[in-house]
C-alpha cells in the first residue's frame, strides 16, 4: 500500500511538472503597448441568478452544468485557439454544492489551472451583487468566496482578478486593499434595461475607478481606487447606445452569444461577432496602441461549442498575433503600464448592418478621465456629427446608498436618449462650459467644425 501510495505521487508530480512545463512554452506577453488582446470567460453556477447566498431570483441550472459540458467547451477553446488561458468564475452555490457533479466540475477547473494556466475565480451575486446586498455582506461574500477558491485550488493559490458584473467602489477598495486582488471585471460597459441592474456611464476599456461611483474613473490620489475596473463582455458601439431592447434590437449586441448566434444564427452571428472585434483589432488598435475584446459566455447557455471553436479560430487566423490571457493577467498588464488614469482611448466605427448597427451610421467614440463623448452621423448622407452622449467624470458622483437596480451615473447628454436632456445636439451647439472641455481635449475637434 505505501509503495502503491509514493508510485501515485510520484505520478501526479511527474504530471503537474509537465503541465508547469507546458504553460512555461507559451511565450506570455511583458507589456501591453503594441499588443492585441483577447480575454474569455464563463461562469459557473447552480442557479440561474444567484443574488445572495440565500436567495435566488432566476431558474435552477444543476441539468445544464455537468462535467462533459465543461469537458466539450475548454476542448472548444484549446482547438481553436491552442495555447489559450481563460476565466472560470464559480458562484457560492458552485462552490459549495455537494452533489456528484459539481464535485466533479470543481475537480477539472482545478485541473485546467495546471494543465492551461487558467485561473479560477469567485463571482458574488449573479453580476448584480450591490442590487441585493449590503456593501458589507457583498465584502464577507469577497472573503468568504475567495477563500473557497484558494481551498479548491490548494498551493497557496490567489487568482488575480475577481467576475463580478457590477460591482460598487466600496466593494472594489475592498478587494484591493484587504484581499489584494488588484483587477477586478466590475462594470458592464453601457448596460441599461436589461437583466436585474443598470451601470451606464463609465469608460469601455480599463481604468482605476474614483471612491464616489464605480462608473467615474479616480480624478486624483485622494479618490483613487487601486483595482482596475474591467468591462464584461464587448459590445458592438452602435447597438450599446440602444435602451435595452428597444425596437425590437438587443444593446447587448456585440461578441457574446445570446445577442449574435442565438438571434441571427451561426453565419450571421459570427459576422457580428467579427465585426465588433474588428472595431478594436484594426482601428481601435491603431487609435489606441493596443486593443482588448472581452467575452463571458456562461456554461449553461446551450450552444454548439463549435461556435466558440468557430469564433476564436477565426479571430486567430485574422490576426494571429492575438494573445488570448486571462482577465487577471490582462488586467495587471495594464496595471502595469498605467500608474494612473492617464489613457485616451479612441474608437470608431461604421456599422456592420445586422441588428442594431446601422450600416448607414458611424459612431465615435473619446473617452479619457475626464469626460467620455460620443459622436454620432450618418456617413453615407454626409450629415452633421450629433452629439449622443457627454458624460464628464471632474464632477461630484454618488453611488445609491439603497438596494436598487439603477446605478448609472448619466451625464449632460446620455446614450440612451430616457431623459428629455439626452437629445442629441451639434457639437457646436453644446453648452459653452461644455466645448471648451471638449476642446482643450481635442483641438482637433474645433478644426472638423470649421
Not at 465584502?139 to 490548494?154: E, I, Q
Not at 467602489?169 to 475592498?174: A, I, W
Not at 464628464?392 to 451625464?411: E, F, V
Not at 436632456?421 to 482637433?444: A, F, H, T
Amino acid at each position: 500500500m505505501i509503495k502503491k501510495t509514493a508510485c501515485l505521487n510520484l505520478l501526479f508530480i511527474s504530471l503537474m511538472s509537465f503541465a508547469v512545463a507546458q504553460k512555461k512554452s507559451v511565450v506570455e506577453p511583458e507589456t501591453l503597448m503594441g499588443n492585441r488582446f483577447l480575454t474569455f470567460n464563463t461562469v459557473i453556477r447552480v442557479n440561474q441568478i444567484e443574488v445572495a447566498r440565500d436567495k435566488n431570483v432566476g431558474e435552477d441550472e444543476r441539468a445544464l452544468h455537468t462535467p462533459q459540458r465543461v469537458i466539450a467547451f475548454r476542448d472548444a477553446l484549446e482547438k481553436g485557439f491552442p495555447g489559450a488561458k481563460m476565466t472560470w468564475a464559480l458562484s457560492w452555490l458552485a462552490l459549495n454544492d455537494s452533489t456528484e457533479n459539481y464535485r466533479e466540475i470543481r475537480k477539472l477547473i482545478k485541473d485546467y489551472h495546471y494543465k492551461y494556466g487558467d485561473e479560477v475565480t469567485f463571482i458574488p451575486g449573479a453580476y448584480f451583487a450591490n442590487a441585493y446586498n449590503s456593501i458589507d455582506q457583498v465584502n464577507k461574500d469577497l472573503h468568504d468566496g475567495l477563500a473557497l477558491v484558494s481551498n479548491l485550488v490548494g498551493d497557496n493559490y490567489r487568482p488575480l482578478s475577481v467576475v463580478a458584473g457590477f460591482l460598487a467602489s466600496e466593494n472594489q477598495q475592498y478587494l484591493a486593499e484587504k484581499e489584494h486582488i488588484y483587477v477586478c471585471q466590475g462594470n458592464i460597459w453601457s448596460q441599461f434595461a436589461i437583466d436585474n441592474q443598470d451601470g451606464d456611464g463609465s469608460v469601455s476599456y480599463p481604468f482605476y475607478p474614483s471612491k464616489e461611483h464605480f462608473c467615474k474613473p479616480a480624478q486624483g490620489k485622494a479618490d483613487f481606487i487601486d483595482c482596475v475596473n474591467l468591462d464584461g463582455w464587448t459590445v458592438d458601439f452602435l447597438a450599446g447606445r440602444r435602451q435595452g431592447r428597444a425596437g425590437g434590437f438587443n444593446s447587448r449586441m456585440g461578441v457574446g452569444p445570446i445577442e449574435t448566434l442565438g438571434k441571427h444564427g451561426n453565419k450571421i452571428g459570427l459576422e457580428e461577432m467579427m465585426h465588433s472585434t474588428a472595431i478594436h483589432f484594426d482601428k481601435g488598435f491603431e487609435l489606441n496602441g493596443f486593443a482588448w475584446v472581452t467575452n463571458c459566455w456562461e456554461l449553461s447557455l446551450e450552444y454548439d461549442p463549435a461556435r466558440l471553436t468557430d469564433w476564436v479560430s477565426s479571430v486567430k487566423k485574422r490576426w494571429p498575433d492575438t494573445k488570448l490571457i486571462t482577465q487577471g493577467e490582462f488586467g495587471m498588464l495594464w496595471r502595469k503600464h498605467y500608474k494612473s488614469n492617464t489613457f485616451n482611448y479612441r474608437f470608431v466605427e461604421r456599422g456592420s448592418g445586422i441588428g442594431g448597427s446601422d450600416a448607414n451610421n458611424e459612431i465615435r467614440w473619446f473617452m479619457n478621465k475626464d469626460f467620455r463623448l460620443a459622436l454620432l452621423k450618418d456617413w453615407k448622407l454626409n450629415s452633421p456629427q450629433m452629439v449622443i452622449d457627454f458624460t464628464r467624470y471632474d464632477l461630484k458622483a454618488k453611488q445609491p446608498t439603497i438596494q436598487t437596480r439603477q446605478w448609472s451615473l448619466l451625464g449632460d447628454i446620455n446614450q440612451k436618449q430616457t431623459r428629455p436632456q439626452d437629445k442629441p445636439v451639434q457639437l457646436n451647439n453644446m453648452p459653452e462650459k461644455s466645448l471648451s472641455i471638449i476642446q482643450k481635449k481635442y483641438p482637433q475637434l474645433t478644426k472638423e467644425l470649421q
